[in-house]
């Protein structure tokens, strides 16, 4: 049977998701007309299954981004010294400008990007992206200068297409029923990402040392240590190239006016005054401020030693502990987040993981008084507990990417609204890393308040964001309206 789309009106052929100009009333009449046809579905709409081959593929698509962003991280400061002959003392600094010009190039292009989707359509800028991508990241391991490297980190970032479009096409892809088992799966794939990523560029960087018996006589591996897990990576992302010329669908829709012209969508500043769009957006850029900020404190605070605040970690200790908040993320993710935002809704789940952050956060600290005091037995106990715990908080971030897409004011304005709300991630992302861990470093070498200066800083940053859910618009609640059956079957 053939999958069916939403119904629209016979003279709304298409629609625009991104803006190019300002609306007019009658534009505006329009747009009105079709959200309240989406939010009044028929029922057959609504029970629509979700297309899991779409999903797959696009999910696939998903996976490329974090591998690409991640896979580099193993080897690029000891790339960067060989590449510049620089001290160990200088690594650091190449290293974070090279990811802040990525994250910087991102968000100059996010809102462009989502835009030419809006234009010419999902697939194509996906495809394009891809492809992009990929040859980006396959050049990166043939840099010889530093200048090189920083020039092929700038053009992977240039293709920034691919996340904004993903999210879009699941979105189009799902009903309010099943958004939040599509993207629980779209967060297993990018938490999937970034296990794979960081195996590959470990496990196959300078092959040549690592496995001299097989690689050490070829030139090739000599000349280029690099090269290897940057190419598997580039491969990987033209398959997935490959299959979506095949395979995936297109999700687009364009509409027209009665007298067969593409009406003009919303334009980006429209859309952020769009009622409650800037809230969630709050929302959404406190939650990913706290995300990002944990991720770049959390293994300085684990190698840095008990009398200064931290847990004195090996590389070894820290990747298991990484792995097992991995692996906790997926299991929140993939099988509780799904039956929970059933029940409770996205404020509800906002709400939850809003008050459980701060606890989480102060853990850290206790932690390392229990080690002062040689209390080895506890902290064994409680620390990989609380680690796979804080994994509930992940739900958080699919949470507040279904207000997102709950918030839009206009299905025209779904590509527009991502792309915002990706550039502010971006631009979070090109700021946090060295602005936390420098602030780490500073409670931990002044020792203010023994050295947890930073977790006071994190507590009080989640307690905002807990603040700002208070304030979620009803729009973007996340209640799924049961049917007579479900109400039946619970009674």
């Not at 797959?56 to 690409?68: F, M, S, T, V």
């Not at 990241?137 to 297409?161: D, T, Y």
């Amino acid at each position: 049977m053939a999958e069916r789309r939403p119904e629209i009106s016979a003279t709304d052929e298409t629609t625009p998701l991104l803006a190019a100009s300002s609306a007019n009333p009658t534009t505006q009449a329009n747009e009105e007309s079709l959200v309240k046809h989406q939010s009044n579905a028929s029922p057959e709409d609504e029970e629509k299954p979700l297309p899991m081959g779409q999903i797959a593929i696009l999910c696939y698509a998903r996976l490329i981004e974090p591998i690409a962003f991640f896979s580099i991280f193993p080897f690029v400061n000891q790339m960067i010294r060989d590449t510049g002959n620089l001290d160990e003392r200088d690594v650091g600094f190449y290293s974070g400008l090279i990811e802040s010009l990525f994250s910087l190039t991102q968000m100059l292009l996010m809102i462009q990007w989502g835009r030419l989707s809006d234009r010419v359509g999902r697939k194509p800028v996906l495809l394009f992206s891809l492809i992009g991508v990929s040859i980006a990241v396959s050049l990166f391991g043939f840099a010889k200068e530093i200048w090189q490297m920083i020039l092929f980190r700038c053009l992977a970032g240039v293709f920034a297409g691919t996340i904004v479009t993903v999210r879009t096409m699941i979105s189009e892809n799902s009903t309010p029923k099943t958004q939040a088992r599509a993207f629980s799966l779209f967060a297993f794939s990018g938490n999937l990402g970034i296990f794979f990523g960081s195996f590959l560029g470990g496990a196959l960087a300078d092959p040549a040392s690592q496995y001299p018996k097989v690689f050490g006589h070829i030139r090739f591996f000599q000349h280029y240590p690099y090269a290897t897990p940057t190419i598997i990576v580039g491969v990987m992302g033209l398959t997935s190239a490959i299959v979506i010329a095949l395979f995936l669908k297109e999700t687009l829709v364009r509409r027209e006016d009665v007298k067969g012209q593409v009406k003009p969508p919303m334009t980006t500043l429209e859309v952020i005054k769009a009622p409650g769009v800037a809230m969630v957006l709050a929302i959404y850029g406190g939650v990913m401020l706290t995300a990002l900020a944990n991720t770049a404190v959390s293994p300085v605070f684990m190698f840095t030693s008990v009398l200064r605040g931290g847990y004195g970690f090996s590389p070894l200790y820290i990747s298991i502990f990484i792995a097992l908040a991995g692996f906790s993320q997926s299991f929140w993710t993939l099988a509780v987040f799904p039956p929970l935002h059933k029940r409770i809704g996205t404020r509800g789940i906002l709400r939850v993981t809003s008050a459980v952050l701060p606890v989480l956060f102060l853990v850290n600290p206790i932690n390392n008084q229990l080690l002062k005091h040689n209390q080895i037995t506890a902290f064994w106990i409680i620390a990989p507990i609380m680690m796979l715990l804080g994994g509930f908080y992940s739900q958080a971030f699919t949470s507040v990417q279904l207000a997102v897409n709950d918030i839009t004011p206009t299905p025209a304005a779904l590509g527009t609204l991502n792309g915002v709300a990706l550039t502010l991630v971006a631009g979070i992302r090109a700021i946090a890393p060295a602005l936390f861990a420098s602030l780490f470093a500073f409670g931990a070498r002044t020792q203010i308040l023994g050295g947890y200066l930073i977790w006071l800083i994190m507590i009080a940053m989640s307690i905002a964001v807990g603040i700002l859910v208070l304030y979620l618009p009803e729009k973007a609640y996340g209640i799924v309206k049961k049917t007579n059956e479900e109400d039946n079957e619970e009674d």
